[in-house]
Nanobody, 115 residues
Framework: QVQLVESGGGLVQPGGSLRLSCAAS????????MGWYRQAPGKQRELVAG???????KYADSVKGRFTISRDNAKNTVYLQMNSLKPEDTAVYYC?????????WGQGTQVTVSS
């Protein structure tokens, strides 16, 4: 059973920063590909950033240069550093763990960017 617990969401002004964390309860965290997805009201869930088991990363075009995904295998945790936040970044952010094409999801954390 894989459990993912996100934290770090909240309300921030445009231009501000937040860091999301996702703690995973798995036996061998390092073999999982990890990702952050988001879903805004009325929109489909979309990939924000992903990091492979080997550390390779990928980003949605809309967040390149502003967001950074990283992982700490010793702490079974993946992070999403979000800088220069925009109102359009407002969404529920979900942590994802994938192994052998099987996806596991966290409950989500709300990020609201508003003045």
């Amino acid at each position: 059973q894989v459990q993912l617990v996100e934290s770090g969401g909240g309300l921030v002004q445009p231009g501000g920063s937040l860091r999301l964390s996702c703690a995973a309860s798995v036996s061998i965290f390092s073999i999982y590909a990890m990702g952050w997805y988001r879903q805004a009201p009325g929109k489909q869930r979309e990939l924000v950033a992903g990091i492979g088991s080997g550390g390779s990363t990928k980003y949605a075009d809309s967040v390149k240069g502003r967001f950074t995904i990283s992982r700490d295998n010793a702490k079974n945790t993946v992070y999403l550093q979000m800088n220069s936040l925009k109102p359009e970044d407002t969404a529920v952010y979900y942590c994802n763990a994938r192994l052998l094409s099987i996806d596991h999801w966290g409950q989500g954390t709300q990020v609201t960017v508003s003045s």
